[in-house]
């Protein structure tokens, strides 16, 4: 890279919101070029999904807080919008900019884009050099003995873990030069966040998106959050788990970052986590590696079955319960508190992603595609590879895939991982009059002990859209199909 130039150097910002470990940032900070930042909102690239509605609301909210951190080190950032393949050439151009920076992406449709970008400016003479910043582990630098992609966790998390260790995070850059004179949208014109209605109340009492917000949760998480986490991780009535993922999906924490953080809480014992919790967690921030992985070589993760014996399967056209299910009325709680949670705060515990996916594609036999559908619009971590990946494993059609067989009983799900039915009275008001033993199954109460609880079925929580039992038979049918077609 050229050192000591007047002549300035993009940063194109894209997954990749923060200023801390930034290696792109950082490369152009080392040339003492005057820096323009950029972020492009594509929506028009073929290929590239446009984000969900929770997802922009966060998007608007990560950047207001990315232009501070840049503005507080001398740098304005600029924002255009359309299609990157006319908008990054032309700023280059309209700048004089002669080299441009930027951290690679991996969902293929964004990786083309980038590609198509690289080829057009080098062709300019343009320099264009890009960095290692969103994975441990790019998807081609894992391969099985026999030379091909992983399709199963374990041996995928072991190669991880035989490579060199993660390279320890970059320091932000402090003060950079800034270029003047280059124009920049108004993010109010890109209408990201929802005004009438204004549904975005309660993701705005959840979270703080930026680098500050992912920092000071990961900070909170380690003191008080990672002990326990391999034992409780799995408690939606707990706060065991980090909620750094819609941090991690826009990039204002890297993963070498919460690695690092990690290794070190090892090292300090900080807030008193064991070593089984640490490896658990860092095996969790490998599942993320490993969806990438997938979705690098399968390109078509969220549309198309990953095992193709599945396309055979007979999926229900049913409305109604898709209708149910989204608005958490399928009368099953633990099943109807998740989406609650979901629509309320845009995200959803694990395990009460797990029950409630399952219930949609075996329970209810509605394609898994049409959930995937539903989270990418209302989750704030909506990601095109964690999304598509995990939906696939739920539904028994993905790589290293849930046995077929695995139907999970919302009740005892309810109970196992919710045993005082906290969880469950929080997004349920209608049944915080019932006791621990009947919260995860109101239907099974007596009239007398609805009447007590103030539950009136059909009336303030539904009953249930179907019956277990029957609908595990149904769904094992449908799978036994499958399994020999
Ligand atoms: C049906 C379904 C859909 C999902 N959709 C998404 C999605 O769109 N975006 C998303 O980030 N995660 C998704 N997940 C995975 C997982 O539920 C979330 O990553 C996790 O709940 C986020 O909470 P956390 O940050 O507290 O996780 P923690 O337990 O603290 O884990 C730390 C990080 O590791 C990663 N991670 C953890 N679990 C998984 C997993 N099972 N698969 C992949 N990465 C994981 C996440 O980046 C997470 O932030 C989905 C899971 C299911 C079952």
Known sequence: MSHATSLPIVVWFRDDLRVSDHPALTAAAATTAP?????????????LRPLGGAARWWLAGSLRALARDLRARGVILVLRRGPAARVIPDLVAETGAVEIVWNRRHDPAAAAVDEAVADALTARGIGVATFQASLLTEPDQLRTKAGGPFGVFTPFWRALLARPAPRAPLPAPTAMQGFDGVGSERLEDWRLEPTVPDWAAGLRAEWTPGETGAQDRLARFLDAGLAGYATLRDRPDRTNTSRLSPHLRFGEISPFQVWDAAMLARDTRRGGATAADIDKFLSELAWREFSYHLLAHTPDLATRNYQARFDAFPWRSDPDGLRAWQRGRTGYPIVDAGMRELWTTGWMHNRVRMVVASFLAKHLLIDWREGERWFWDTLVDADPANNAASWQWVAGSGADAAPYFRIFNPVLQGEKFDPDGAYVKQWLPALRGLPAKLVH?????????????????????????????????????????????
């Open 35 to 47: 820096v323009i930042a950029v972020y492009d909102l594509d929506e028009e690239s073929p290929g």
């Open 441 to 485: 199954r109101p239907f099974e109460a007596t009239p007398d002990e609805l009447r007590r609880a103030g539950v009136a079925l059909g009336d303030t929580y539904p009953r249930p859209l179907v019956d277990h039992r029957a609908a595990r038979e149904r769904a094992l049918a449908a799978l036994a199909e499958t399994r020999t077609s």
